[in-house]
């Protein structure tokens, strides 16, 4: 398992990385869409070797081609999947109903794609923004669905930015998007610069747990730099500045969670039990041992 590693370090807590989670050699990007005049030109090929710190255990891929050029023209429109928007209607009925978010608020979503999800608040009455690096689904919310949206990939200078010209975020969301960028800690540091003191944020990915448990190898791809458990992205949060005071598991993309985090100095959101539970299953699972990630390999 424990390998000479080009890659160099953890892209959260910077330990040098030696230990091979899988390698599943060479592959094209996930989103090349080949036309047919393309046929017989060469394709470049990129590593899929996928490796776990032994410090934080993040399991993580090499950046080899920035987000820039995965995120330039997006296939993959949210709204095509029926199910998807019924996921993110049912989100939005139970955020808006647990919490006071009314026409003076401000919602904002990270990787806003299409307007798939923001268009329920803006029926609702409450103001939103999107926050989207892809011009084409991006332009896509802005024309037809009139979703305010900014053309941005997600940082701690967008988050200074958006603070000036909206203020600051009541809720700031993210779905699938976490394990998409490979500068993870600007990305939460960013968030905590643009949730209001009082502030709500919830994010969804995949659980690693899930990932592991049902060999889910094919979900490991150039586009997800990172696959995380619940306990790295607590750490994460944790050394930003960030509380995560409550979490669901949730059916979708194989097995996902969705946390829910505020400020640490908030005290006005109590911490679920929830939390504990999913952190001591976790920890009963082997996942702060290397032992649990050396058999991925073999399984797969």
Same mark, same amino acid.
Request: hydrophobic letters at 35%.
């Given at each position: 398992?424990?390998?000479?590693?080009?890659?160099?370090?953890?892209?959260?807590?910077?330990?040098?990385?030696?230990?091979?989670?899988?390698?599943?050699?060479?592959?094209?990007?996930?989103?090349?869409?080949?036309?047919p005049e393309e046929l017989n030109r060469m394709e470049p090929f990129y590593p899929l070797h996928a490796y776990v710190c032994d410090n934080c255990y993040l399991v993580q891929l090499e950046e080899f081609v920035a987000p820039s050029a995965i995120f330039n023209d997006y296939a993959y429109?949210?709204?095509?999947?029926?199910?998807?928007?019924?996921?993110?209607?049912?989100?939005?009925?139970?955020?808006?109903?647990?919490?006071?978010?009314?026409? =003076?608020?401000?919602?904002?979503?990270?990787?806003?794609?299409?307007? !798939? &999800?923001?268009?329920?608040? *803006? +029926? %609702?009455?409450?103001?939103?923004?999107?926050?989207?690096?892809?011009?084409?689904?991006?332009?896509?919310?802005?024309?037809?669905?009139?979703?305010?949206?900014?053309?941005?990939?997600?940082?701690?200078?967008?988050?200074?930015?958006?603070?000036?010209?909206?203020?600051?975020?009541?809720?700031?969301?993210?779905?699938?998007?976490?394990?998409?960028?490979?500068?993870?800690?600007?990305?939460?540091?960013?968030?905590?610069?643009?949730?209001?003191?009082?502030?709500?944020?919830?994010?969804?990915?995949?659980?690693?747990?899930?990932?592991?448990?049902? =060999?889910?190898?094919?979900?490991?791809?150039?586009?997800?730099?990172? !696959? &995380?458990?619940?306990?790295? *992205? +607590? %750490?994460?949060?944790?050394?930003?500045?960030?509380?995560?005071?409550?979490?669901?598991?949730?059916?979708?993309?194989?097995?996902?969670?969705?946390?829910?985090?505020?400020?640490?100095?908030?005290?006005?959101?109590?911490?679920?039990?929830?939390?504990?539970?999913l952190l001591k299953r976790e920890l009963e699972a082997g996942m702060l041992s290397l032992s649990f990630y050396k058999n991925f390999e073999e399984k797969v």
């Amino acid at each position: 398992m424990k390998t000479v590693s080009p890659v160099g370090k953890c892209r959260f807590c910077q330990t040098p990385l030696e230990h091979t989670f899988v390698d599943l050699g060479m592959s094209p990007l996930c989103q090349d869409h080949i036309k047919p005049e393309e046929l017989n030109r060469m394709e470049p090929f990129y590593p899929l070797h996928a490796y776990v710190c032994d410090n934080c255990y993040l399991v993580q891929l090499e950046e080899f081609v920035a987000p820039s050029a995965i995120f330039n023209d997006y296939a993959y429109f949210s709204s095509y999947s029926d199910s998807w928007l019924q996921h993110a209607k049912r989100y939005t009925d139970q955020v808006a109903g647990k919490y006071p978010l009314n026409e =003076n608020s401000l919602v904002a979503e990270i990787a806003s794609n299409d307007g !798939y &999800l923001l268009q329920y608040f *803006v +029926e %609702k009455g409450i103001p939103v923004v999107g926050i989207e690096p892809s011009a084409n689904v991006a332009e896509y919310a802005i024309s037809k669905k009139g979703i305010r949206t900014e053309i941005k990939f997600f940082g701690c200078d967008t988050a200074a930015q958006l603070g000036e010209k909206y203020g600051k975020a009541d809720l700031l969301l993210g779905n699938n998007v976490l394990a998409h960028v490979p500068d993870i800690n600007d990305f939460v540091s960013g968030m905590k610069m643009f949730l209001k003191p009082t502030g709500l944020i919830t994010m969804e990915f995949p659980h690693l747990l899930r990932l592991v448990e049902r =060999n889910q190898f094919d979900t490991i791809y150039h586009e997800h730099f990172s !696959y &995380l458990s619940f306990t790295t *992205v +607590e %750490k994460i949060f944790q050394y930003h500045g960030l509380q995560i005071f409550d979490v669901e598991e949730l059916p979708t993309h194989g097995g996902s969670i969705r946390i829910y985090a505020k400020h640490i100095e908030d005290d006005s959101k109590k911490i679920s039990f929830h939390v504990n539970e999913l952190l001591k299953r976790e920890l009963e699972a082997g996942m702060l041992s290397l032992s649990f990630y050396k058999n991925f390999e073999e399984k797969v």
